[in-house]
């Protein structure tokens, strides 16, 4: 049977047989026992399904790969350490010293800072875009060492909404992938795969867990791009020596998935720990609901705080006074998350006054979590950045970052109303 997409959020991933645990059990080993050593033989050859080593691939972070890859419309998924890991795995699996890659500037920090600061220490140059640009205008930035294409669905925390037909046209145009990190729109609220992207990323730390109990990363293989003969993939059309000479373009549905787990899973080690798996697991179920929730309750405190005398400004976009409104109805039609940020007239000082006498909201590293949380990414997300990259970032230095939960809407409301009668 075809199940729909609230259905895949309890059952997805897992069917047990007769008499086996309903949840996906916690298999935390770190290995597995053969009898006959040609069924080892079998696994390392890719011959057969199976495990022999929980840092390539584990039955608990398995069942939470496949209903994330059946979630989302993708073929295959890996589960990561964190969504830097995941961010870190896909480049390497695909890019190589004197490679390049093009980036949306209105990224997350910290992914900001790994593609500007630490992958070109090995080698590797991001190229910088605004989602807005001209179509042409992002073509003049590919050459024949340009890898893929890395956007987010929404940025974090710059609430811009990417245009997916323009950028899928520009990959395809040019036999480039299309990498898109999910993360703040979640499945339940868009499926990029439905609109040309070839690889999603996730930090499932956020949404997809949605309790901040479980750190992880998730990446999915659209198994929709042909690796065969592609000049700007030569990696996947020759031999891998260290893996028994397979050429990972004949694999076809799963070229991608195959290679990163076969060899950077194999090398760096970054899976996702069985018990994270589980708990990530156990937060879907409920995805379906808490994105309905999330997002009615962050589109009532983005209409309270956009009629408030003391605030500047508003970026949320269910907004229709938001610039990227038209977009979001194009592509989360059924919500547009909980994230929206917001300018507190008076400065960062006024902001930081209205922050600390919050009595139900709270301040965290943190977003995408049933709890509404807050920040101030200029004076910590994003510190390490200069004022520049600050807002080539999408991020004003009186940004407030603002994740509304899944409490009573009133409850927000009232704590926000009482907070900014002090500023």
């Known amino acids: 049977m075809k199940f729909k997409f609230d259905t ?14 309903v949840r996906p059990p916690i ?9 006959k050593s040609q069924e080892m033989a079998d696994l390392f050859d890719l011959k057969s399904d199976g495990y022999f080593y929980s840092r390539l691939a584990n039955p608990t972070v398995s069942a939470l790969e496949s209903k994330i890859a059946a979630l989302e419309g993708g073929t295959a998924a890996i589960g990561c350490s964190s969504g830097m890991s995941a961010e870190t795995l896909t480049v390497m699996t695909l890019a190589e010293a004197g490679d390049n890659f093009l980036s949306a500037g209105t990224v997350y920090g910290g992914t900001f800072n790994l593609f500007n600061t630490t992958l070109p220490r090995f080698g590797l140059e ?25 956007v987010e669905t929404i940025a974090n925390p710059a609430i811009v909404v990417v245009d997916f037909d323009k950028l899928s046209q520009i990959a395809k145009k040019y036999g480039l992938l299309l990498i898109v990190d999910n993360t703040l729109a979640s499945p339940a609220l868009c499926r990029p795969f439905e609109f040309g992207a070839n690889i999603v990323i996730h930090s499932s730390t956020k949404y997809l867990d949605g309790h901040a109990a479980a750190l992880g990363g998730i990446i999915v293989d659209g198994g929709n791009f042909d690796y065969k003969n592609n000049p700007r993939y030569p990696a996947f059309n020759v031999p891998d020596e260290s ?36 708990l990530t697991d156990l937060g879907l179920d409920t995805l379906a609901l808490r994105m309905q929730r999330h997002s009615a309750n962050g589109l009532a405190v983005a209409k309270y705080l956009e009629s ?66 807050v ?16 807002e080539k970032a999408g991020v004003p230095v009186n940004l407030i970052r603002l994740s509304v939960g899944i409490e009573a809407v009133e409850d927000v409301i009232a704590d926000l109303e009482q907070a900014l009668q002090k500023v």
């Open 8 to 21: 895949l959020c309890v059952r997805g991933g897992y069917t047990p047989k007769s008499g086996e645990p």
């Open 27 to 35: 298999v935390q080993s770190t290995t597995f026992y053969y009898e």
């Open 126 to 150: 991001c190229r910088l875009f605004n989602v807005t640009d001209k179509q042409e205008d992002i073509e003049k930035l590919i050459d024949d060492k340009t890898k893929f294409i890395f």
């Open 243 to 278: 893996y028994h000479g397979l050429v990972y373009a004949d694999l076809k549905e799963n070229a991608f998935a195959v290679k990163c787990r076969a060899q950077l899973i194999r090398d760096v080690g970054a899976i996702m720990s069985p018990m994270n798996a589980y």
């Open 308 to 373: 408030h005398p003391k605030i500047a400004w508003v970026n949320y976009s269910g907004l229709e006074s938001s610039p990227f409104n038209d977009l979001a109805k194009k592509y989360l039609p059924a919500g547009q998350g909980g994230m929206l940020t917001f300018g507190v007239k008076g400065g960062v000082e006024e902001g930081i006054k209205m922050i600390e006498a919050f009595k139900l909201i709270s301040q965290e590293t943190h977003v995408a979590d049933s709890r509404t949380c």
């Open 375 to 390: 920040l101030q990414p200029s004076s910590t997300t994003h510190r390490q950045l200069s004022p520049e990259d600050m």
